[in-house]
């Protein structure tokens, strides 16, 4: 045998080794790959953040909703106006009545499937609720909003839907559009590539592709984005291998709720579900003929056709999606050529609906409870106490008052920011919250973060520990006279009043009211710095704070939603309830899982704290917060307190009426001074603010063991009207002995009863 014999025989023999070798290795390979795609795609097959709802609305006969301000939150659930009502999402209004097709909606409590109601208004708001069968209604729920989600770190965000959920045409138009022998090809679809290679080179551009949907499956739930060809072969072995092992409509479905269709900040928007809402704010099943065709349209790139960043381009893109469902017989060529001339008719804003301050206190109750993979992976349903209508008033409030105060500011680059938390003082529940001017954006949390010096707003507290030691009520006199107090180390404090005036003896009344800080120091010193430092815990600090005699003007770091703690418990009369976000929490299923349950636990005498709040009225009404009147009406009650930090660093304002507490700062993020006092920048928020949620007075009862009394506000000396110029009434313990103006009576207490006996009798015979 011949050298060259040897060697054919000794290169054929590595070559068949080498091929062996080759099928091996792409057996395990191919068998890997099958091992991966099958149990990831059995076992899935998302993560499912969790979703985050508002509270319902509830309506019912005496709520004092216009019909204007009910279409209104339609309008913000996405409920359409029409002529009938043939689809759930839709609402008809005829003159004072609403006639709704209310959509299916889960709710804590049972699940409401779609109904049609009709809603009569009056000029005092809603009068009747009826089916349509004519039945009166005694209360009837709106569907809770979504208001967010809460999605791993990667940002994956969706909301999956059944294929019962999905409108016929969205998996008609996909393969139209995308892959036209989908329900024929095995996977890769050699014959579309060559078909998009050839009108790509003709177009000089690139116009079609040529990957099948199981292969943009592939792509998008298993591998990454790099352009590469190993990358490409593995994309179409796994296409092959998913066609082998699942049933179409299993692919179409999982196609539909995986495809990437849009991005929102850090949220990646996947599934036809969420993009659903995500542009056009209502569920998938609602959708017309030209919205389903965008979504469609917006498959191709959704970066590149952006509704809202490229209109012209989506819109290019969506008449071409419509033209083709004609000319392919999908849809009729008169309803393509209508739906042509719709306009996009996307949301105004990317964030419409979403209220990232609001979840991300909401993600911090829950993960006190839930591992983060629970929150993020399993479906949750959250039920929170947000109220829209609040929140977008909160952040109205906030946002156009910033604009206006930017005025004031030559330096452009550096805005002024806020904060508000809104609460029901009742319940605890917190209704809404604004962490800063772009309220639509993630970011730093200035509502829950910002830890800035709550100056005057710490007053109050030294008030309480005042009054509960008994020995001071609100007409006992405090000296509001310089002091000096030696600090640890040697040196000196020596505050001052705002004015830079020191008043002599006043009523403590006045000195909360006009937040005299000269009165306040003698007044805290004497009751003790330690207690009014547990008097703050008590109310709801989760620290003591360091009781140094700066705490008594306000020397002391706090978040907005921390100051709403401190004066919930006021607003609640002494009764600490935790702030909430959350109520309930259900299963994917759901289930009820866990419920946050009303926690109250009294933390200072009611009569106490009565006492207190009507000197807090004080403040508003003829104090530092007196301005609150020129936006609220004067018959309104309401109670609370500005607060200004040293050089003018941070304005506040926290006060309550009968039904909300509020608090708002406003301050640069850089700490540098604004120039504003409490009243004159966080005070005409919270009295926007207010005057826009239509305020109940504050009310309480006034307690067995207290009785009211007028005296004269500068001296403090009880004086009934008429007697003096400048009276205020008050609320002082029935066996006070209080210092009588000469010539007002000699027993002012029972003078006072007898007047105000007359009165009632007065109005009784009128």
């Keep these: 045998m011949s050298r060259t014999s040897r060697r054919t025989r000794r290169l054929r023999r590595v070559l068949i080794l080498v091929a062996l070798l080759a099928i091996i290795a792409d057996a395990i390979f191919v068998f890997y790959l099958d091992r991966r795609v099958t149990s990831q795609f059995e076992g899935r097959r998302w993560t499912l953040p969790a979703q985050v709802f508002a509270q319902p609305l509830e309506l019912y006969a005496g709520l004092g909703l216009s019909v204007d301000a009910l279409e209104a939150e339609l309008a913000r659930l996405q409920y359409t106006r029409a002529s009938d009502l043939t689809r759930p999402g839709t609402y008809r209004r005829r003159g004072s009545r609403l006639d709704i097709a209310a959509r299916r909606a889960q709710f804590v409590d049972e699940v409401r499937e779609a109904r049609t109601i009709s809603v009569i208004t009056g000029s005092g708001g809603v009068t009747r609720l009826v089916d349509m069968n004519g039945t009166q209604l005694p209360i009837f729920r709106l569907d809770p909003l979504l208001i967010g989600s809460i999605f791993p770190i990667h940002g994956e965000d969706r909301i999956v839907v059944t294929p019962q959920e999905v409108p016929p045409l969205l998996p008609t138009a996909l393969m139209v559009v995308e892959d036209r022998r989908f329900e024929t090809h095995h996977g890769v679809d050699l014959e579309a590539i060559l078909r998009a290679a050839w009108v790509n080179v003709r177009a000089g551009a690139i116009e079609q592709g040529g990957s099948t949907l199981t292969q943009q499956l592939v792509r998008s739930y298993f591998l990454d984005e790099r352009q590469t060809l190993w990358r490409k072969i593995k994309e179409a072995v796994m296409a092959v291998i998913l066609e082998a092992r699942f049933e179409k409509a299993d692919l179409m479905n999982a196609y539909i709720n995986e495809i990437y269709l849009g991005q929102d900040g850090q949220r990646a928007i996947h599934g036809f579900g969420l993009a659903s809402q995500f542009y056009f704010g209502k569920p998938l099943n609602e959708l017309s003929l030209s919205e389903i065709a965008l979504l469609v349209a917006i498959v191709r790139g959704p970066s590149y056709y952006d509704p809202r960043k490229h ?42 609906g979403y209220y990232p301050a609001y979840l991300d206190f909401v993600r ?403």
């Excluded at 849809?331 to 964030?351: F, H, M």
């Excluded at 993020?376 to 008052?401: C, H, M, N, W, Y």
């Excluded at 504003?676 to 006034?702: F, I, K, Q, Y």
């Design 364 to 766: 911090r109750t829950l993960r006190r409870d839930y591992r983060e993979e629970d929150l993020t992976e399993a479906g949750l349903k959250i039920f929170t106490s947000l109220d829209p209508r609040v929140q977008a008033t909160a952040e109205r409030a906030l946002v156009d008052e910033l604009k206006r105060l930017d005025q004031r500011y030559k330096e452009k680059q550096v805005l002024l920011e806020g904060a508000t938390v809104v609460t029901a003082p009742q319940s605890g529940d917190v209704v809404a919250i604004v962490g800063g001017r772009q309220t639509g954006l993630d970011g730093f949390n200035r509502a829950l973060d910002a830890k800035r010096s709550i100056g005057s707003l710490a007053k109050p507290v030294v008030y309480l520990a005042a009054l509960e030691t008994g020995r001071y009520n609100a007409a006992s006199l405090i000296d509001d006279a310089p002091i000096e107090v030696k600090l640890p180390g040697g040196k000196l404090w020596r505050p001052e009043n705002f004015t830079h005036q020191a008043h002599g003896l006043v009523p403590l009344t006045r000195a909360l009211a006009d937040s005299l800080n000269l009165a306040t120091v003698h007044l805290g010193l004497d009751v003790g710095v330690p207690k009014v430092a547990q008097t703050f815990t008590r109310l709801g600090l989760d620290k003591t704070p360091d009781p140094n005699p700066a705490l008594i003007l306000g020397a002391l770091d706090l978040s907005p939603l921390e100051v709403a703690q401190l004066y919930n418990s006021l607003a609640n009369g002494g009764f600490r309830t935790p702030l909430r976000a959350v109520r309930d929490v259900l299963s994917a299923e759901g289930t009820a899982l866990k419920a946050f349950p009303l926690e109250v636990t009294p933390v200072a005498d009611s009569a106490t704290v009565y006492q207190l709040n009507r000197m807090l009225t004080k403040v508003t009404q003829r104090g530092t917060g007196r301005a609150v009147y020129n936006r609220i009406p004067p018959d309104v009650i309401v109670a609370g307190k500005t607060g200004t930090s040293s050089d003018f660093r941070d304005s506040w304002f926290a006060g309550f009426a009968g039904n909300h507490l509020a608090v708002v700062w406003i301050g640069f993020d850089d700490n540098r001074p604004t120039g504003l006092t409490g009243s004159a920048g966080a005070l005409t928020v919270w009295s926007n603010l207010m005057r826009r949620l239509d305020p109940e007075s504050w009310d309480a009862t006034l307690p067995e063991s207290l009785t009211e009394v007028w005296i004269e506000y500068p001296t403090g000396l009880v004086a009934n009207p008429g007697c003096a110029d400048d009276v205020v009434s008050i609320a002082v313990p029935k066996d006070s002995e209080l210092p009588i103006k000469p010539g007002c009576g000699e027993d002012p207490l029972s003078d006072f009863a007898e007047r105000t006996r007359q009165w009632l009798e007065g109005i009784i015979r009128q």
């Design 311 to 352: 209109p012209e381009r989506a819109l290019a893109r969506r008449d071409l999606v419509l033209k083709l469902l004609s000319d392919f017989g999908a849809v009729g060529e008169a309803d393509a050529r209508k739906a042509i001339k719709q306009p996009l008719e996307v949301t105004a804003s990317v964030t419409a």
